[in-house]
Structures are given as structure tokens and as C-alpha cells.
T-cell receptor, first 111, second 113 residues
Framework: RKEVEQDPGPFNVPEGATVAFNCTYSNSASQSFFWYRQDCRKEPKLLMSVYSSGNEDGRFTAQLNRASQYISLLIRDSKLSDSATYLCVVNMDTGGFKTIFGAGTRLFVKA | DAGVTQSPTHLIKTRGQQVTLRCSPKSGHDTVSWYQQALGQGPQFIFQYYEEEERQRGNFPDRFSGHQFPNYSSELNVNALLLGDSALYLC????????????FGPGTRLTVT
């Protein structure tokens, strides 16, 4: 079983749609959590950190459920510019931090 | 404020050769992590350097080694290159040993022929 698993993609949605991405992690030593977006042939860029209390940044909402070992990202009112790959990221403390990326979920937003 | 920088941008090497990739972290960051990203996959953690020591390592063979300098910059060395080492190599920096968010450089695209 992979340490971090994401919804397989791609997701194809119309502009204005709401889309949700899910991610599960298996290691209880996981300490910090993030969502990144990656455009084709570019480096990953931090989208947001994820906290147990949930956090929101404009159209984006991230949530963490430690009991279920589950992370989510909700995008409301999708824009064409949201088309990218979304990566779930977990930092695990195993005597030093190891960072594990999910395989990513590709999002296509269409006009 | 300069972000994370990496050099070179692109590199072509032959099987069996050795390569060194370089990374300068974002100002104020003391932790550097290296990743390998193959096409269509998420980045795979190679190792992390903090206080000039390798603190954590992913599932990569000893052919992959690194170093962190007193100014926090870092190098990734790969010996005895294989065709399968062709990938985008990403460097990311953060502060405090790796708990916090990481910021990525543009990557070095390595092609092994």
C-alpha cells in the first residue's frame, strides 16, 4: 500500500463547478500536511497548508481528519487557470522528516 | 528575495557517467530536500539535509549522495548513471528541519543516453 494515495484522475469539470480532491495517508507518524499544484513541466508550488481545524484561502478549502488519516481539498467556482495537477503532501517524523508526495490528480477545467 | 535556485537547467549524460546538481535555498531557509520526478508521477523523496547532515533518506541506492554546505546550499551527486535516472530533479528548501512547507526550485532535467 502506498504511504500517500490520491484520487486517480483526470477530473474534467466545467468552469464554475465545485471539485473535491481526496487523499489518504497510512503512517501515523505524519505530522504536517500540504496541497501543492504543479503545472505541466514546472515545479510544484505550494497551494496551502492543511490544519485539523480546516483552513480556507479564497475559493480553496482544505481539511484534515487525523482519526481517518484523510486530507481533502475543495475548489469552488473553478476557473480555467485552475487546470493543473494537484499533489497531496505529507511530512512524516521518523527520526527526521521524510516528505511523501501523492501521485497527483490532474484537473482540467473547460469553458 | 531570491527563491530557490538550481543549476544546471538541463543536462545530458551517458550511462555510467557521474553528475552533480546544485541548489541554493530560499533566503532564511536551512533545510534542503531533493526529489526525483519521472514523467506522470509525483516527486519521489531522495533525501533531506539539515545542519549539514543527511537527516532522512528515501528508497534510493547509494549511487545517490549529497552534501550541504555551511551556507545551506546543497549538491546532489549521482554515480554510475542508468537510463532510468532520466528525470526532473527538484530541490526544495524549508526551515526548521522539514516540518514546515517547502518551496521548490525550477528543477534540473537530466537525460541519460
Amino acid at each position: 500500500r502506498k504511504e500517500v494515495e490520491q484520487d486517480p484522475g483526470p477530473f474534467n469539470v466545467p468552469e464554475g463547478a465545485t471539485v473535491a480532491f481526496n487523499c489518504t495517508y497510512s503512517n501515523s507518524a505524519s505530522q504536517s500536511f500540504f496541497w501543492y499544484r504543479q503545472d505541466c513541466r514546472k515545479e510544484p508550488k505550494l497551494l496551502m497548508s492543511v490544519y485539523s481545524s480546516g483552513n480556507e484561502d479564497g475559493r480553496f478549502t482544505a481539511q484534515l481528519n487525523r482519526a481517518s488519516q484523510y486530507i481533502s481539498l475543495l475548489i469552488r467556482d473553478s476557473k480555467l487557470s485552475d487546470s493543473a495537477t494537484y499533489l497531496c503532501v505529507v511530512n512524516m517524523d521518523t527520526g527526521g522528516f521524510k516528505t511523501i508526495f501523492g501521485a497527483g490528480t490532474r484537473l482540467f477545467v473547460k469553458a | 528575495d531570491a527563491g530557490v535556485t538550481q543549476s544546471p537547467t538541463h543536462l545530458i549524460k551517458t550511462r555510467g557517467q557521474q553528475v552533480t546538481l546544485r541548489c541554493s535555498p530560499k533566503s532564511g531557509h536551512d533545510t534542503v530536500s531533493w526529489y526525483q520526478q519521472a514523467l506522470g508521477q509525483g516527486p519521489q523523496f531522495i533525501f533531506q539535509y539539515y545542519e549539514e547532515e543527511e537527516r532522512q533518506r528515501g528508497n534510493f541506492p547509494d549511487r545517490f549522495s549529497g552534501h550541504q554546505f555551511p551556507n545551506y546550499s546543497s549538491e546532489l551527486n549521482v554515480n554510475a548513471l542508468l537510463l532510468g535516472d532520466s528525470a526532473l530533479y527538484l530541490c526544495a528548501s524549508s526551515s526548521g528541519g522539514g516540518f514546515y512547507e517547502q518551496y521548490f526550485g525550477p528543477g534540473t532535467r537530466l537525460t541519460v543516453t
